[in-house]
């Protein structure tokens, strides 16, 4: 006797795209970064130190004021915000917002714009 049980799908609907890569910051930037056939690879020594480990190339996020492809950290979270988070959530929370903001939705206010925990 089988007991298979019956898997329902689900459908998604993908409305915007937000990237936060080595390869630089937005889909914009990290697509034609793609089809250039760049890479996000480079030397991490210059960034922290890796004296004990034997690989010493790595993908770094750019880093800077917000120019073209750079991740501007100020600009998401503040100085004190970030001291309670690791870099991959403030990553995650700016790739959210560019998503967020590509899809074109804004919340009527801000009860509409937060969901009810």
Do not use: C
Not at 10 to 33: A, E, F, I, Y
Not at 67 to 91: E, H, L, N
Not at 103 to 115: N, V
């Amino acid at each position: 006797m089988s007991t298979a049980k019956q898997i329902t799908l689900k459908r998604v609907v993908v409305t915007g795209l937000g990237m936060v890569t080595p390869l630089g910051t937005g889909v914009d930037h990290n697509w034609s970064r793609l089809l250039d056939s760049q890479s996000g690879l480079k030397r991490v020594d210059e960034h922290f130190k890796v004296d004990d480990i034997p690989a010493k190339v790595g993908g770094v996020i750019p880093r800077g004021n917000g120019g073209p492809g750079q991740f501007d950290i100020d600009a998401v979270v503040s100085t004190k915000d970030r001291r309670r988070m690791g870099d991959f959530i403030v990553y995650a929370l700016a790739a959210a917002q560019e998503a967020i903001t590509d899809s074109g939705w804004t919340p009527e206010s801000d009860a509409t714009g937060k969901r009810p925990v």
